[in-house]
Nanobody
Framework: QVQLVESGGGLVQPGGSLRLSCAAS????????VGWFRQAPGKEREGVAC???????YYADSVKGRFIVSRGDVKNVVYLQMNSLKPEDTAVYYC???????????????????WGQGTQVTVSS
């Protein structure tokens, strides 16, 4: 059974950093693309970053140069390093997976049938 669990969210001041983790079970992450999405209050969910099975990253324009998606040294974990955080980055962040998922240049994973429960990131002074 596929399960995804995000962690690492919290409250951070503008300009600060956080690292989110997505731990998976039920499949081998290294063999598939994995995506990060976020949803802010009153807004639609949007793709943030995606990493292919060959570890090639793709990012939304809004986070390019600030966020880094990577595969962990620990098996079955994908990270999202978020630097230079802005108040507009405040959202619930989710990781997503699909056996047929493909990373889009915009940072989305399509399709995306499996989701974690999400982790809240709040950027505020």
């Amino acid at each position: 059974q596929v399960q995804l669990v995000e962690s690492g969210g919290g409250l951070v001041q503008p300009g600060g950093s956080l690292r989110l983790s997505c731990a998976a079970s039920g499949f081998i992450m290294d063999y598939y693309s994995v995506g990060w999405f976020r949803q802010a209050p009153g807004k639609e969910r949007e793709g943030v970053a995606c990493i292919t099975d060959r570890a090639r990253p793709y990012y939304a324009d809004s986070v390019k140069g600030r966020f880094i998606v990577s595969r962990g040294d620990v098996k079955n974990v994908v990270y999202l390093q978020m630097n230079s955080l802005k108040p507009e980055d405040t959202a619930v962040y989710y990781c997503a997976f699909d056996y047929y998922g493909v990373c889009e240049p915009t940072g989305s994973l399509i399709p995306n049938d499996y989701w974690g429960q999400g982790t809240q990131v709040t950027v505020s002074s």
